[in-house]
């Protein structure tokens, strides 16, 4: 018997115009709706009437660098009606941010920090704020914001907590895996950025050993470069249409000349007496700000790079070792999830510090500008003996259809007993999808191909 206890999905981008999850007009999202009831047959199936799930909101659920408040927030309140009105799916919630959502760390941060300033008593000195929490539940802080959002009325809401930058699960026998969650931001060097750079200016600087000087160092850069400039008004609607530009090469090589000619006739580059030589500077600015804006997520011709994974392996080696040892690990196997590319994935390794090691990209429901078949996104499940499961939704594949709808596995690995189940919940034959999926299937794929026609 497989009881499902774990729920992860990821990159929602919630209020961006390019989510799955965000309704072009306004309204609600019938896509969502389907994905709530597809979700909650998973649950008839596996949970019955015992305890619900938790779920998993690893990183970037809200698009904040791209999109207002209120969009943003809008498209979350749906997202939370269909989790806990039309169908309830959880019990619990573990939000763990990300680059594009990171302000949700802050608010919880600050919200932490204001409850401390009250609770001081008389005569003791002010705290420190934190810069991250433990990676165990029972670490996790509260958001007002979300709490604003939980709905009146229903018998019982989910509790949510705020987690940041890691969730661990332990394992529940000597033989089963531990869980680790990170969003996947710190395996890329933008997001290191000040601590670089003022390494590179002053050499004394050390480099973080833990993941609070990590974000103590960085975290300032990461909100206001990914998760606040959306919401910057008119200049933050040009902002995002120059980010558009920068990250993809069509929109580049289109436009590059006209940006380069403004940047050139606007600002007085020292030294520089021709306009022609501002213009070539400026075309060098430009093409170095789209090669360091792209990062993973817009390399489409690789799953995942050798640099990602060798900094992402780099980062839980030095920044999670020791807290998955203080949650009891002793050698067990490591499964690691994240996301932050938009690229699922599934690999099995050996590390030099874990072991035998997997790990799993959830993708994201982002519509790239055009076809990627690297794109998609995977929906997490986890049973009581931390078997992680990653069932396909869709990929972005040219030529063919999107919905994919399977359990994948790392290259080399059997399907387990629970994988196996997980399928034979979802289709009625081996190659035909239970009603509901195939309405998810079939929506999915219509309003895939209803948004790229919009974007022409």
Known sequence: MHHLKYIVISDLHLG?????????NGKDNQLLKIFSDCLADLLFHFNEDEELPTMVLNGDILGLAFSTYKESLSSFE?????LTVQNKICERVVYVPGNHDHHI????????YRQKLAARKKGESIPEPIHNTGPGYEDGIESALFEAFMPTGVASVPTLKVLYPNFVIPSPSSKDPFVLFHHGHFAE??????????????????????????????????????????RSG????????????????????EHRDELAHNLAKNVDFPY????????????????????????????????CSDETMENLMNYFGKFCSQSLKDYGWENQPIHFVWSHTHKPFEKSTQSEIFGQTTLTNTGGWVLPPTESPKHGASIILINQ???????????????????????QTPKGIKLSDFGQSIHDKIYETENRLRPVWHQFKKHLEQDIIQRRKLKK
């Open 16 to 24: 961006e115009k390019d989510s799955l999850f965000t309704s072009p």
């Open 78 to 82: 749906r997202f939370v009606a269909a």
């Open 105 to 112: 760390w802050q608010e919880a941060m600050e919200d932490d």
């Open 189 to 230: 060097n933008t997001y290191h950025f000040v601590t670089k750079a003022m390494q590179a200016m002053y050499p004394e600087l050390k480099s973080p050993d833990s993941t609070s000087a990590l974000e103590h160092q960085n975290g300032s850069w990461i909100d206001f470069a990914f998760s606040q400039l959306g």
């Open 234 to 253: 008119e200049a933050g609607n040009y902002f995002e249409e120059f980010m558009a530009t920068l990250s993809s090469k069509e929109k580049l090589k």
């Open 272 to 303: 520089l007496p021709y306009h022609w030589m501002e213009k070539y500077l400026s075309k060098k600015l430009i093409r170095t700000m789209a090669d360091k804006v792209r990062g993973e997520r817009y390399r489409g011709d690789t799953t």
């Open 385 to 407: 003996d931390n078997d992680v499961q990653a069932l396909r939704i869709f990929m972005d594949y040219k030529d063919k259809e999107k919905g994919v709808f399977r359990v």
